[in-house]
């Protein structure tokens, strides 16, 4: 998938991580996101 279109699936993946997922979970999920772009 293009980085372009990715970026909104990080988006969701995030909010998701964020409101029902572990602390744990959501810093793994918030590195990669970090490691695909790194703005």
């Known amino acids: 998938m293009p980085a ?6 990080w988006q969701k993946f995030s ?3 964020n409101k029902y997922g572990d ?6 999920v ?3 996101r970090s ?3 790194p703005e």
């Open 4 to 9: 372009d279109k990715a970026k909104p699936v």
């Open 15 to 17: 909010e998701y991580e």
């Open 23 to 28: 602390l744990l979970g959501i810093q793994k």
């Open 30 to 32: 918030e590195k990669r």
């Open 35 to 37: 490691e695909a772009y």
